[in-house]
C-alpha cells in the first residue's frame, strides 16, 4: 500500500518532495492528469469528476491516503468529494481509505491557529492591519476559499487573491525564465495596485508557482515573507499518519510516477527543481496495483 499525491501536472511535486523526506520510508504513487492540465480554467463540475477520478485510479494502484497536491482541486472538489462520492467509497472498498487536501494546513500556517479554531464574533470587526496576499488559479481565486477560512479565525487580516490564469500551464510546459518573470512582476504589480499596498505577507497558492518561488520573492519587495506550503503540508500529513496507523501506507520506500498525459521527458525548468530527469509512466484507465 501506498501514499497517494495527485495534481493536474508536475506542480504537486513541489508537495511531493516534503512528503517523501518527511516519510521516506513510505511507499509513494504520484499521479499527474496532464491529459487534462490546467484544471484552473475548468468548470466546477470538471474540476469535481477529474479528481475523483483520479483519486479513484490511485486507490486501484494501492494508494490508500490520497494527498490532493493541488489547490484548485483542493478548494473547488475536496468538499464535493467528502459528503458525495467519497462517503460511498469508503463503506463498499474493503480497505480504509481517505482523501486530504492541501488547504487546511496552508491556513493553519497563514493564521498562526489550528483548523477548528474559528473566531468568536464579538462587536465591530477589528481594523484590518495585516494584509495577505495570495497568488493561485482562476478557479482557487473564485471559490473564495481563503478570504473565507482566514475571515472566521483572523480578524486583523485581509487577504486578496490575485488569479494568475496562465501562469500554472506555462509552468507546465517549460516557459522559459523570462516570460515567467514577466508574468510574475505583472501579477504582483496587478495585486499591489488592487491593495494600494504591497502585501505583507505572501501566499503561492497553487503548487506549480512553489517551482518558481524564487521569482515571486524577486517580484516582491525584499523580505517580503511567502508562506510555503510543502512544509505545512508535509508535517500537516506526518501528523494524520500517527494519529491513524489504520491507513497502510507501505514502508519499503517505493516511488512511482504516472501521468494520464504522454509519458515524455519533463522540462528542464521541472528537472532543475527535481535535481534529475524525471519520466513519468502512461496512466489511462483506473489499473490495478502500478507499483505491483
Ligand atoms: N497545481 C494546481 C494548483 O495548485 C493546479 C494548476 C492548474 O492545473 O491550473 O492549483
Given at each position: 500500500m501506498a501514499i497517494g499525491v495527485f495534481d493536474?501536472?508536475?506542480?504537486?511535486l513541489s508537495i511531493h518532495h516534503a512528503l517523501v523526506n518527511r516519510l521516506p520510508q513510505a511507499d509513494f504513487i504520484y499521479l499527474a492528469d496532464q491529459a487534462n492540465t490546467p484544471y484552473g480554467d475548468k468548470t466546477g463540475e470538471q474540476i469535481v469528476e477529474l479528481t475523483r477520478q483520479g483519486c479513484e485510479t490511485l486507490f486501484d494502484a494501492g494508494a490508500s491516503l490520497v494527498v490532493l497536491a493541488c489547490n484548485t482541486a483542493s478548494a473547488v472538489a475536496l468538499r464535493r468529494l467528502q459528503s458525495t462520492w467519497l462517503a460511498q467509497f469508503r463503506k463498499t472498498y474493503g480497505r480504509p481509505v481517505n482523501v486530504l487536501g492541501i488547504i487546511v494546513p496552508t491556513i493553519e500556517a497563514a493564521t498562526g491557529l489550528p483548523w477548528e479554531h474559528e473566531a468568536e464574533r464579538r462587536g465591530p470587526k477589528i481594523e484590518k492591519l495585516d494584509v495577505i496576499g495570495i497568488f493561485a488559479t482562476r478557479a482557487t481565486a473564485n471559490s473564495r476559499v481563503y478570504e473565507i477560512e482566514i475571515d472566521k479565525r483572523r480578524q486583523d487580516l485581509a487577504v486578496f487573491t490575485e488569479p494568475c490564469p496562465g501562469l500554472a500551464d506555462m509552468i507546465e510546459q517549460g516557459a522559459g525564465q523570462e516570460a515567467l518573470k514577466a508574468k510574475i512582476e505583472a501579477h504582483v504589480q496587478a495585486l499591489r495596485l488592487r491593495i494600494g499596498r504591497f502585501p505583507d505577507r505572501a501566499i503561492l497558492g497553487c503548487t506549480h508557482y512553489e517551482l518558481v518561488a524564487e521569482l515571486f520573492r524577486a517580484a516582491l519587495p525584499e523580505g517580503t515573507p511567502i508562506i510555503h506550503q510543502p512544509p505545512s503540508v508535509a508535517k500537516a500529513l506526518g501528523d494524520y499518519v500517527t494519529r491513524h496507523p489504520d491507513y497502510d501506507i507501505g514502508n519499503s520506500g517505493r516511488r512511482a510516477f504516472f501521468t494520464t498525459g504522454a509519458p515524455k521527458s519533463q522540462s528542464t525548468l521541472i528537472e532543475a527543481f527535481w535535481g534529475a530527469p524525471l519520466t513519468f509512466e502512461a496512466v489511462s484507465t483506473a489499473p490495478r496495483s502500478l507499483t505491483a
Open positions: 493536474s501536472g508536475v506542480g504537486g
